[in-house]
Every structure is written in structure tokens, then in C-alpha cells.
């Protein structure tokens, strides 16, 4: 029985593949380095920000970094005005669900600031008990944000649910121990997460709340 739902954030709760991608090339652009592929920084959404720009651009040394992750902030919580909705059905199936009395948590790449910021834009924060962002601990696929969370929250591995649009969320659960769902909507194509097993592939994520009650979840 599933006591607790840990969601990856940008591409599985808000549409913010777009954004990502401009702003990380703005940033390439900004301090002189190639500009990623579109489908390059695709690849990378999911990791903490230095893991990410080190996949993009390998030669880059410590200094580059903070400065690619100074300007992509800029970009991506100033200047850039690319919006970032909810997905389809997500505040309505979120609220559904912890009023059943789910409980529910977020393991993401982004920042803190960044995770704080959008909670105040979406108002969702009161959903969730737990958070924990790529640069509070250690960056996906590594386990350790979703061992923190389980072990706040007092829930086994065993009765948590991982859900996510790369395979490094999908990854990172299956290393934790967790069953995985994968979202086919997001910045990973649906086939690279079947390798990780997950338990249900969903295509809008309402199907996410229909799956848990034909389980009984809820009763």
C-alpha cells in the first residue's frame, strides 16, 4: 500500500522544458561558450545545475560553472518570460489526493530558491510535507534526496512511489529501493524509462490518481 508520492517537478508538475532550454542556451551565449542542441539540454533536465552544465560543456573548469549557473538563473527566474504552467489536471489531481489523505513530497534538480519560487507561483506548496533540491544534497540519480525525504516523513521505501519524466528520477527510485512511474509528457521519451520498470507509464497525469484508486489506495 502507498503511503507516500515523491514527484520530480519540471517536466512531471509544470511545463517548463521550453524555459530550461532557452535560458541554458542564453547562458551558454552569455558567457561565451557553443550553444547547447535544444535536444542536448533536454537530455540533462532532471540533474542538479553543475552536473548538468558539466554534460553540456565538458571543458568548462569550477569558475565556468558558477558563472553558467549565475546567468542561467538570471535567465530562468528573470529575463526569460518562456511560461511554465501546470500540466493538464495537475492542481486538481494533487488536491484530490491529499484531501484522500495522501501524503506527498517533491525530490528535484532545480534549486531551492528556484523550488520556493515556483511553490509561491503555483500555490502548491501546502501539498506538499517534504522537499529536497539538487543543491541542498546530491544531485540525481544518486538516491540520497529520496532517502532524506523517506527518512523525514518516516515512510519505507517499500510503501513510496517515485514519479518522474527522465530516467534519472526513475534512476535514482529504483536505487532507492521505491517502485517508479514514468510520465510519457515530459523531457525523456517514454522508451528510454521502460527500462526502469516503472509500474504504470502515464500519458496525462490524472491517470495518476485513477491507477491509485483502482488499487484501493484510498480506501
Request: hydrophobic share 45%; aromatic share 8%; net charge negative.
Amino acid at each position: 500500500m502507498y503511503k507516500l508520492l515523491i514527484f520530480d517537478w519540471d517536466g512531471t508538475v509544470i511545463d517548463s522544458t521550453a524555459r530550461i532550454i532557452s535560458s541554458m542556451q542564453a547562458a551558454a551565449d552569455d558567457c561565451g561558450f557553443s550553444v547547447p542542441a535544444s535536444s542536448a539540454v533536454m537530455n540533462i533536465i532532471g540533474l542538479g545545475l553543475p552536473e548538468a552544465i558539466r554534460l553540456l560543456i565538458p571543458a568548462v573548469d569550477d569558475a565556468g560553472i558558477d558563472q553558467m549557473r549565475t546567468q542561467y538563473g538570471h535567465h530562468f527566474l528573470g529575463v526569460n518570460e518562456t511560461p511554465t504552467p501546470l500540466f493538464p489536471g495537475v492542481q486538481k489531481t494533487l488536491e484530490s489526493m491529499h484531501a484522500k489523505g495522501m501524503r506527498m513530497a517533491v525530490a528535484t534538480g532545480k534549486s531551492r530558491r528556484g523550488l520556493d519560487r515556483a511553490f509561491v507561483q503555483t500555490g502548491l506548496a501546502w501539498l506538499f510535507e517534504s522537499s529536497r533540491c539538487a543543491d541542498e544534497t546530491v544531485s540525481k540519480p544518486n538516491p540520497l534526496m529520496l532517502e532524506e525525504i523517506l527518512a523525514e516523513t518516516g515512510v519505507p521505501a517499500s510503501e513510496a512511489l517515485m514519479i518522474g519524466d527522465t530516467e534519472y528520477d526513475l534512476d535514482m527510485g529504483r536505487r532507492a529501493g521505491m517502485d517508479v512511474i514514468a510520465v510519457s509528457y515530459g523531457a525523456h521519451h517514454i522508451d528510454r524509462l521502460k527500462g526502469f520498470n516503472p509500474v504504470l507509464e502515464v500519458d496525462n497525469f490524472p491517470e495518476l490518481e485513477q491507477w491509485l484508486d483502482s488499487k484501493g489506495v484510498f480506501a
